[in-house]
Nanobody, 121 residues
């Protein structure tokens, strides 16, 4: 499975962005999808995850109520809708796939290349 994240950019605080993650193969019945982010000088951290069917979603407390993760299994594409963005959300965002649900980056064995999100104050 190969993943490619896109949709990052520069946005003012309070604005919105939607990130996309396109998968090269069929992932619907196999993989959980997670979004992670890494700010300069910081460790990669969990942002959100979604179950294989898309029914169950999980969020870090820092983004709960502002971000929404979703997936379109028919088109092998996953999304992260980010609203009410804050300067603290500035980071490189990665999508990743895992056969099990986990918040730890080490468990995910397929990663996209990352897309930069910059939120200005």
């Amino acid at each position: 499975v190969q993943l490619q994240a896109s949709g990052g950019g520069l946005v003012q605080a309070g604005g919105s962005l939607r990130l996309s993650c396109a998968a090269s193969g069929r992932i619907a019945s196999v993989y959980y999808i997670g979004w992670f982010r890494q700010a300069p000088g910081k460790e990669r951290e969990f942002v959100a995850a979604i179950s294989r069917s898309g029914v169950s979603t999980y969020y870090a407390d820092s983004v709960k109520g502002r971000f929404t993760i979703s997936r379109d299994n028919a088109n092998n594409t996953m999304y992260l809708q980010m609203n009410s963005l804050k300067p603290g959300d500035t980071a490189v965002y990665y999508c990743a796939a895992s056969t099990g649900l986990d918040y730890r980056p080490s468990v995910y064995n397929h990663w996209g290349q990352g897309t930069l999100v910059t939120v200005s104050s």
